[in-house]
Nanobody
Framework: QVQLVESGGGLVQAGGSLRLSCAAS????????MGWYRQAPGKQRELVAT???????NSADSVKGRFTISRDTAKNTLYLQMNSLKPEDTAVYYC???????????WGQGTQVTVSS
């Protein structure tokens, strides 16, 4: 069972930056599509960005040019660099691993990001 632990959330002013980290319990990047999702109060969880085992990245239009997903295979850690943060980026951010061969999914516990105006 894959375990994911997010960290790095916090309170930041609009225009600021944060880097989220997601530590995985093992070497899973070669067999999983990794992603960051977020859920704002009263809204559905939405995709922020993904990275495939081959390193191909994709991101939501709302964060393109501001957020960057990356990974450190040696550290089994996924990152989300968030720049030019806006109040509408306020949400709980979740790390996700979806196994390519079986589509089984694992979620982290989430980390709160709050952007003040």
């Amino acid at each position: 069972q894959v375990q994911l632990v997010e960290s790095g959330g916090g309170l930041v002013q609009a225009g600021g930056s944060l880097r989220l980290s997601c530590a995985a319990s093992g070497s899973i990047f070669s067999s999983n599509i990794m992603g960051w999702y977020r859920q704002a109060p009263g809204k559905q969880r939405e995709l922020v960005a993904t990275i495939t085992p081959f390193g191909t990245t994709n991101s939501a239009d709302s964060v393109k040019g501001r957020f960057t997903i990356s990974r450190d295979t040696a550290k089994n850690t996924l990152y989300l660099q968030m720049n030019s943060l806006k109040p509408e980026d306020t949400a709980v951010y979740y790390c996700n691993a979806r196994k390519v061969s079986s589509s089984s999914v694992a979620w982290g516990q989430g980390t709160q990001v709050t952007v003040s105006s």
